[in-house]
């Protein structure tokens, strides 16, 4: 579950009572049965950082995406951190006859992308993060497509709904679902044996004070994405153990986005 440092002797005790997890419901109870049995099954979690996750009261946490399966193990890691996620996500995957159903009634949150729904996902996240939630986002709005798989600029979704909401920003770093699940490769292949090492990290809350009670500009909007994205990217380095790039990898300067990036 844990790397096995003091970390793990917390959870052990949170685990006693001390600090209870939260109410789940059905849709989302069924989510945890399915996820975390196959999660220690399949993987070896290395979850550090926790204690940067409030326990309560609204969240949003910006997370770098490496693969298809790294909404699994965040999943996994923000249910660890005594929270439930609520995802911002591709709204056709909604749509599919049986997750889509599970995922909707888990209380996930549909981006509807280029159509009149499109400023929905955002109101939705406002309004979550205002009830107490933890938002869960993905500023790159797609996997990265860096060489390195570093983090690459960011959409302005994240730092909005901070800047809105008064809310902290958690940058989250995951580092290994890739090594389960290569994404845009031409071909899929899942590969679960041997298990991989899943490293996921939270760090700090994000300064953002320079930017509060400004008018939200783009400008001002994009300036605060940038100080998120630096912020998940030198998190990602602490779990890599490597130096990131000075400048993020910025997928606008190299092609159009394709179906299926989110907007967010």
């Known amino acids: ?15 006693q009572g001390s600090d209870p997890r ?23 979690p290395e979850f550090t950082g926790r204690e940067n996750m409030p326990r309560s009261g609204g969240v949003v946490f910006a997370a770098n995406h490496i693969s298809h399966f790294d909404p699994f193990v965040l999943g996994f890691y923000i249910w660890e951190c005594r929270r439930i996620p609520r995802f911002l996500g591709k709204a056709s995957v909604f749509k599919l006859p049986v997750l889509g159903r599970i995922i909707t009634s888990a209380g996930q949150i549909p981006v509807h992308r280029d159509s009149a729904q499109a400023a929905d996902a955002y109101r939705d996240a406002v309004a979550a993060v205002e009830r ?68 996921v990290r939270a760090g700090k809350p994000v300064d953002l004070s320079a930017f509060e009670s400004r008018p939200l500009t783009n ?22 153990g490597e130096t990131p790039p000075k400048e993020l990898y910025d997928l606008r300067k190299t092609r159009k986005p394709i179906d299926g990036e989110e907007t967010a």
């Open 22 to 44: 939260p109410r789940r419901g059905f849709w989302f109870g069924l989510v945890v049965a399915i996820v975390k049995p196959f999660m220690l099954v399949f993987t070896k």
């Open 132 to 199: 107490g939630e933890c938002v869960g986002m993905y500023p790159e709005g797609t996997i990265t497509r860096d060489p390195e798989m570093w983090p690459m600029t960011g959409k302005t979704g994240a730092a909005r709904i901070a800047l809105q909401t008064g809310c902290p920003v958690i940058p989250v770093a995951n580092w290994g679902a890739q090594e389960v699940l290569k994404s845009y490769t031409g071909k899929i292949r899942i590969r679960l044996l041997p298990r991989k090492t899943i490293q």
């Open 219 to 240: 400008e001002l909007l994009h300036e605060a994405t940038e100080v998120i994205m630096t912020a998940v990217a030198e998190t990602l380095g602490e779990l890599r």
């Open 1 to 15: 579950m844990t790397d096995g440092s003091d970390e793990h002797q917390e959870a052990v005790v949170d685990g």
